[in-house]
């Protein structure tokens, strides 16, 4: 349990600093620029994010196996019809939304994953479920790591709450200290305005797909970094992640 407790506080600590830059205040300006027209396209950016921090190498982690960490994606800017975000994108290079995150593997090729954030009036909890189709050397070393994975999230922030469901396709070669990987998702996402006169109610769902390309890099034992190329419903992203394995 300690090294648990001192593993999310590294990764915590190591996600910090990436907080403020590119999630504080993004949503400030969600009830001056909400409209009747403006609510699906946000929605769509707000998918991508959170089904971004979804994704992950298509390997199990095997029972009794643990993993936390701290993960977060970003994407370069709004869509073009997401005047809510774009309106508070001047303070802001990219944007993003971190998370927590801590799975444990299950027998029979499955994890269970569970995640969230609260921060600066945000908050998001969710998690889903990974199943391993294939595990690289199990038949054969060329035979990559293959798995599919479902999530669900709920997410507030005053005068929006938003549901995320997410399904995932992913994919790896276990190679020393530096696996690359693949992967493909798709997001759907449903928002309820509160708050803003005129525009109270359910809009949604929308969808977006997502397709990521990446790094895992094992610099110590039990420690992975990884990195990835996002492309968010046509938009360039990144991906990183401070994770711990046990």
């Not at 290079?93 to 593997?105: D, E, N, R, Y």
Request: net charge negative.
């Amino acid at each position: 349990m300690k090294n648990i407790l001192i593993a999310v506080a590294m990764a915590c600590a190591a996600s910090g600093p990436s907080w403020a830059g590119t999630f504080s205040g993004i949503f400030d300006g969600f009830a001056t620029n909400a409209a009747q027209n403006t609510i699906r396209p946000f929605a769509l950016d707000l998918g991508g994010l959170l089904g971004a921090d979804d994704q992950w190498d298509g390997r199990t982690l095997g029972f009794p196996g643990f993993d936390v960490g701290a993960i977060e994606s970003f994407q370069d800017t709004p869509n073009s019809n997401d005047t809510i975000l774009r309106a508070a994108f001047g303070n802001h290079s990219f944007m993003g939304i971190p998370m927590v995150q801590a799975a444990v593997g299950l027998p029979f090729r499955f994890d269970v994953v569970a995640h969230g954030m609260t921060y600066d009036g945000m908050t998001v909890l969710g998690g889903g479920l990974r199943y391993g189709i294939l595990r690289s050397g199990t038949i054969t070393k060329f035979i990559p790591n293959l798995g599919v994975s479902a999530f669900g999230d709920q997410a507030s922030y005053g005068a929006f709450d938003a549901t995320h469901y997410a399904f995932n396709v992913d994919a790896s070669f276990d190679l020393p200290i530096i696996e690359p990987f693949i992967g493909a998702g798709l997001d759907r996402t449903s928002v309820t305005v509160n708050s803003v006169p005129g525009v109270n109610g359910d809009y949604g769902p929308v969808e977006g797909t997502r397709y990521t390309a990446g790094l895992e890099i094992t610099p110590f034992p039990f420690t992975r970094v990884d990195v990835a190329y996002l492309s968010l419903h046509g938009i360039p992203g990144a991906t990183a992640k401070l994770g711990f394995k046990f």
